[in-house]
């Protein structure tokens, strides 16, 4: 038999109708004491994360912005050589890329497809002013003949009277009346015609030398282009391009070869849009705007000459005069330039991992982050070669130690304290 069952058996039966709350007391009064007598844990205090950034202390200062700029070298003084006529190249002296100096000979046409033409421009002049020296002997002569026609119209005239004066005392007949008329006005036209040829002359004679000048004309023509079958550099540079070879037919103003001289290369490059106004600005009050450019190695010295007279939705052509280091250069090379922009006052210069978005920086102050409205007013190189922006703003103190660390969750009131041991760096 089970001891619970004996024990039923052996109690009262109001005391076993208490027995479980009994034991339900007793657990509750062990958990208790358990409870109140359990050792007690030390309690946590939370702390704040600190972010170890680096800073540099701001400076601001006058600071020119450059911009990058990408060009191409061209020159205003390309000379295009073009055949004069029809002919055939005879000789062809220089290749692409062959050095030049002064009146050198480059290239020739064959001369006997433009001697013909000044032999017969030659002769059409000689024709002309031996036409002309025969006019004038022709007028000479009408002035002396006018004087016996006159004198013969005179005794036509004084045969008429005779002839009607026998004609009234019957002793002429009508017919030598008639004749002597006859006589009389043949001799009235050829005065008429004389005095029209002595009033022509000087007609004929405009129109003679207005023929000569033309004759003349087409001489210097026809010897022009006799004198344009040899080319001539006509300056210290280079050839750029060539288009024929010796035994080719060439047309009248077909293009033969190209050059440029070496002192008047220029690089041509686009100003974006939103950089126009400031440097349209800057060269017409005089500003003077240096560029420097790498070539193979080569530095180079450039000025802002000019800008150009037509823009586009992209922005505006400029032009850069070299300075220095043209020697290196060929037409069509292109070139990535360095602007010196026009300087800002009060400029600040930060890396570019110091900016969030387009016009926010961090500032540390007393061990948390500051946040800063920025205007960004460009970019610059700088001491070592990095590139950094140039940023303004009223709110940017001299000696303000600027966040150049960039933190993924910065926001004013992070709590921040500086890189230990970070050297001083004002740089900015």
Do not use: C
Request: aromatic share 4%; no cysteine; glycine share 6%.
């Amino acid at each position: 038999m089970r001891p619970f069952t004996v024990l039923r058996k052996s109690m009262p039966p109001n005391l076993m109708r208490w027995l479980p709350a009994a034991i339900l007391l007793g657990a509750i009064a062990v958990f208790i004491g358990l409870k109140a007598t359990r050792p007690q844990q030390p309690q946590i205090q939370p702390t704040e994360r600190i972010w170890y950034v680096e800073t540099v202390v701001a400076k601001p200062r006058r600071l020119a912005p450059v911009l990058i700029l990408y060009g191409q070298v061209e020159t205003p003084d390309l000379v295009k050589a073009a055949a004069p006529g029809r002919a055939r190249v005879q000789q062809v002296l220089v290749r692409e890329g062959s050095p030049i100096t002064p009146n050198q000979l480059v290239l020739t046409l064959d001369p006997r497809d433009f001697e013909p033409k000044v032999q017969q421009a030659q002769a059409r002049v000689d024709e002309l002013h031996a036409r002309i020296a025969s006019e004038q002997l022709r007028h000479a002569s009408d002035r002396e003949a006018l004087k016996h026609d006159q004198s013969l119209l005179e005794l036509a005239r004084l045969a008429v009277k005779r002839a009607e004066k026998m004609k009234q005392k019957k002793l002429g007949s009508e017919a030598a009346l008639d004749q002597a008329k006859e006589v009389y006005e043949r001799q009235a036209l050829v005065l008429t015609a004389r005095k029209l040829a002595l009033d022509d002359h000087t007609a004929r004679l405009k129109q003679l030398h207005a023929q000569l000048q033309q004759a003349e004309a087409e001489l210097a023509s026809a010897r022009l282009d006799l004198e344009r079958s040899r080319i001539h550099a006509p300056f210290a540079g280079y050839v750029a391009q060539v288009e024929v070879a010796a035994g080719d037919q060439v047309t009248a103003n077909q293009f033969l070869l190209s050059m440029y001289p070496s002192d008047k290369l220029e690089v041509r490059a686009k100003i974006p849009a939103p950089f126009q106004a400031e440097l349209q600005r800057a060269v017409a009050a005089g500003k003077t705007l240096r560029a420097t450019a790498d070539f193979t190695g080569v530095p180079l010295q450039l000025t802002l000459d000019r800008i150009a007279g037509e823009a586009d939705p992209r922005g505006i052509d400029a032009f850069f005069r070299i300075d220095e280091g043209a020697a290196q250069l060929r037409l069509g090379s292109r070139l990535s330039l360095t602007l010196q922009r026009p300087p800002h006052d009060h400029a600040v210069a930060i890396p570019a991992a110091a900016l969030y978005g387009s016009h926010r920086i961090y500032t540390l102050v007393g061990g948390r982050l500051q946040g800063i409205e920025v205007t960004r007013l460009g970019e610059r190189i700088g001491a070592h070669g990095a590139p950094q922006l140039l940023i303004t703003s009223p709110q940017l103190k001299a000696g303000d130690r600027i966040v150049i660390s960039h933190l993924p969750n910065a926001v004013t009131g992070l709590r921040a304290e500086p890189v230990p041991d970070q050297p001083v760096d004002d740089a900015a």
